[in-house]
């Protein structure tokens, strides 16, 4: 058989820098079944007092994902040009939070300008510097102005977008895609993450934070700059927790369905938790003794360099060990490794549903199925 054509293999880069993971073209949009009505969407706009939010995020009704992270932490430059603008009352672009069933809200844009706002104010973390115009302030902390200044920062109004509890969260997550367009985009990961509520992220979180994931994947993945760790995890859990049949040619709303799921203690409960640690644990420990520092990245027969890691092999073959230590199997390693090689090397089909239009469901199953008959020795 001759080989399948191989193609170039994409690194993603963040400010220059190589990330260790395979740019991803998952073709998506042909499936995903948007746009949406416009009446679903459902924003009210409201003005808020600097005081009135700080007190909401200092009594957690308004939450500012605080596990979030871009390595972009604003300097202090930047943070007292902040302050100086409010204390000259210069307006704010518009805020918008995301308001649960509970009533309870999320920032989604504006995290970073009321993160240094609240450090100031609330927690006296910095004193001013580097000012412009009030170079009589420099080196005071929030509580060492005068009472004017402290009114004046207090009553800065804010204009507030709120969407509404009722917006279907594929609006939500379309919506945070359209408002943050400054600096470098937010991935889908990074958004999904300030959409959910802190029992998904605690649990992505413990789960690529452990040994034998970062073993296998490699210490380029711990607290990934771009949430790539998070990511993978819940492809796995996923594919667990939802299978493989209710995917629907569109791997993004499928990811937002499972981190429902796993915020849903009615759903998914501790013990059920649990069990999918387990599982992922299991998962990667066997990924590793069959596949080594080539697990989950590309490795056809004439090639032995460590290529970045792919997505959708990820998920693929995580799945496939967790399947084959929960029936038992006693797996051949040598076997496998040289079965997965000759699929990246001869099987063009295959190289196709791991390289393009990855998001496809003939694509999905395809590479889902080749791994499983692998590891099971179908």
């Given at each position: 058989m001759a080989d399948a054509p191989q193609r170039e293999v994409l690194e993603e880069h963040f400010q220059n820098m190589p990330l260790d993971v395979e740019a991803e073209t998952d073709g998506e949009d042909e499936?995903?079944?948007?746009?949406?009505?416009?009446?679903?969407?459902?924003?009210?706009?409201?003005?808020?007092?600097?005081?009135?939010?700080?007190?909401?995020?200092?009594?957690?009704?308004?939450?500012l994902a605080p596990d979030f992270q871009r390595n972009q932490v604003w300097k202090l430059p930047q943070k007292c040009g902040l302050i100086e603008s409010i204390l000259l009352q210069i307006p704010l672009p518009a805020f918008y939070f995301a308001r649960d069933k509970d009533g309870t809200m999320k920032v989604i844009d504006g995290l970073q300008r009321l993160s240094t706002a609240f450090d100031f104010a609330r927690r006296n973390a910095y004193a001013l510097g580097h000012l412009e115009y009030l170079t009589a302030e420099e080196g005071k902390h929030f509580d060492e102005l005068s009472?004017?200044?402290?009114?004046?920062?207090?009553?800065?109004?804010?204009?507030?977008?709120?969407?509404?509890?009722?917006?279907?969260?594929?609006?939500?997550?379309?919506?945070?895609?359209?408002?943050?367009?400054?600096?470098?985009?937010?991935?889908?990961?990074?958004?999904?993450?300030?959409?959910?509520?802190?029992?998904?992220?605690?649990?992505?979180?413990?789960?690529?934070?452990t040994r034998t994931f970062l073993s296998t994947v490699g210490e380029n993945f711990r607290d990934h700059v771009r949430m790539v760790d998070r990511e993978l995890?819940?492809?796995?859990?996923?594919?667990?927790?939802?299978?493989?049949?209710?995917?629907?040619?569109?791997?993004?709303?499928?990811?937002?369905?499972?981190?429902?799921?796993?915020?849903?203690?009615?759903?998914?409960?501790?013990?059920?938790?649990?069990?999918?640690?387990?599982?992922?644990?299991?998962?990667?420990?066997?990924?590793?003794?069959?596949?080594g520092e080539h697990a989950f990245r590309k490795w056809p027969i004439d090639k032995d360099r460590l290529f970045p890691l792919n997505r959708p092999l990820f998920e693929s073959w995580a799945v496939a060990f967790a399947e084959a230590d929960q029936a038992g199997i006693a797996i051949d390693a040598q076997r496998v490794v040289d079965g997965a090689r000759a699929l990246m090397t001869d099987d063009?089909?295959?190289?196709?549903?791991?390289?393009?239009?990855?998001?496809?469901?003939?694509?999905?199953?395809?590479?889902?199925?080749?791994?499983?008959?692998?590891?099971?020795g179908e």
């Open positions: 499936e995903r079944g948007l746009p949406w009505e416009p009446d679903a969407i459902r924003v009210s706009s409201r003005n808020f007092s600097l005081r009135n939010v700080l007190d909401m995020i200092e009594e957690k009704e308004l939450e009472p004017v200044w402290r009114r004046r920062f207090n009553q800065t109004q804010l204009v507030v977008h709120v969407i509404d509890p009722q917006t279907p969260s594929q609006v939500k997550y379309d919506i945070f895609k359209r408002i943050n367009t400054g600096g470098t985009p937010l991935n889908a990961q990074e958004i999904r993450h300030c959409l959910t509520s802190d029992r998904c992220r605690d649990f992505l979180k413990r789960c690529a934070s995890v819940l492809r796995f859990c996923a594919f667990r927790l939802l299978g493989p049949d209710a995917y629907r040619g569109a791997m993004d709303p499928y990811l937002d369905e499972a981190a429902a799921w796993i915020d849903d203690p009615g759903r998914t409960t501790s013990e059920d938790l649990d069990r999918l640690a387990a599982d992922f644990k299991r998962a990667m420990t066997g990924a590793y003794a069959v596949f063009q089909e295959y190289v196709d549903a791991i390289s393009t239009s990855t998001g496809s469901t003939a694509k999905v199953k395809y590479r889902l199925a080749k791994a499983k008959a692998l590891v099971m």
